[in-house]
């Protein structure tokens, strides 16, 4: 009795591990949202395609997933952005164009710049309120758009021709960074907002 009670227990693990090693293996997909559907619950992503620590958002089409329902699968609700680099040095900023789908290289020019910002400083974080200022800053008057990267840890002031200065706030933002696991194409299984559980990382 003993040895059928033994070779049922061996029977039964082997069928769950066939069982367990038929199941489909997930994927895993990161990049910066540049929209979101509150009432669908669905979010685009420009896909990072970088190999090592600094991302590079140039992946098209966009990519578009399904939030996951259960509260305990998904993260904070991402903030869209269509800024997807600023290069500082040649003094250019590359944003996404929703009506295009396609990139935008424009060519800035600098008002003034502070490096080394870090992202409690006074410049960009407000101590009496307990958290960092709204960027970015859209200053009608002087026609300026100033933001603040944490990456580069750089506030930057600048200026751009009228019909890209007229574009909508969120052009100049830089979108949540998520990450995202899945099984089956366009639906998340798990849903997570790095900039948002990291709030000190751009």
Do not use: H
Not at 43 to 65: E, G, H, M, N, W
Request: glycine residues 4%.
């Amino acid at each position: 009795m003993a040895r059928k009670s033994i070779w049922s227990m061996l029977c039964l693990a082997l069928l769950l591990t066939l069982v367990i090693g038929c199941q489909p293996m997930g994927k895993v997909d990161q990049g910066r949202a540049v929209d979101f559907d509150k009432e669908k619950n669905v979010v685009t992503i420009i896909r990072d395609v970088s190999k090592d620590a600094t991302p590079d958002y140039s992946f098209l089409p966009p990519v578009t997933y399904v939030l996951p329902k259960d509260p305990m699968e998904s993260g904070a609700e991402p903030k869209p952005g269509k800024r997807m680099k600023l290069d500082t040095k040649n003094r250019q900023i590359v944003i996404y164009v929703p009506t295009v789908q396609n990139f935008a290289t424009i060519n800035y020019t600098l008002v003034e710049q502070k490096d080394n910002v870090v992202a409690n400083d006074p410049l960009v974080y407000d101590a009496a309120e307990g958290k960092q200022k709204k960027f970015p800053a859209i200053d009608k008057t002087r026609k300026t758009i100033t933001i603040y990267s944490k990456r580069l840890k750089s506030v930057t002031t600048f200026s751009v021709p009228d019909e890209y200065f007229s574009l909508p706030v969120d052009t100049w933002d830089n979108g949540d960074e998520v990450r995202i696991y899945y099984k089956q194409d366009g639906i998340a299984a798990r849903f997570m907002n790095i900039t948002k559980t990291d709030i000190f990382k751009k």
